[in-house]
Nanobody, 120 residues
């Protein structure tokens, strides 16, 4: 099995930046990031396959967020810049199993989540 632990969330002003970390144990994974805002459905944010190649972003974060990884540390990162109040949510990293990367049902293991709050 895979265990995932997120960190790096917090309170930031609009326009600011924040970097989330996700430490994975068990095996090298293709990592996705999802978020859930109050009263809203879980939303796909970004995805990076373990073999490398193209990474993918939701249109709402494209150009502002960057997904990366450090395989030596078994850690994935989500660098968030130009943050907006609508980015406020609990962010989860997850291990991709199979299927479409933008669907939460394609992931088998999830971190506990880290809160990101963006003030106006």
């Amino acid at each position: 099995q895979v265990q995932l632990v997120e960190s790096g969330g917090g309170l930031v002003q609009a326009g600011g930046s924040l970097r989330l970390s996700c430490v994975a144990s068990g095996r090298t994974i293709s990592m996705g990031w999802f978020r859930r805002a109050p009263g809203k459905e879980r939303e796909f944010v970004a995805y990076a396959p373990w073999r490398g190649g193209s990474v993918y972003y939701a249109d709402s974060v494209k150009g502002r967020f960057t997904i990366s990884r450090d395989d030596a540390k078994n850690t994935g990162y989500l660098q968030m810049s130009s943050l907006k109040p609508e980015d406020t949510a609990v962010y989860h990293c997850a291990s991709h199993r199979s299927g479409n990367y933008w669907l939460s049902s394609s992931y088998d293991y999830w971190g506990q989540g880290t809160q990101v709050t963006v003030s106006s």
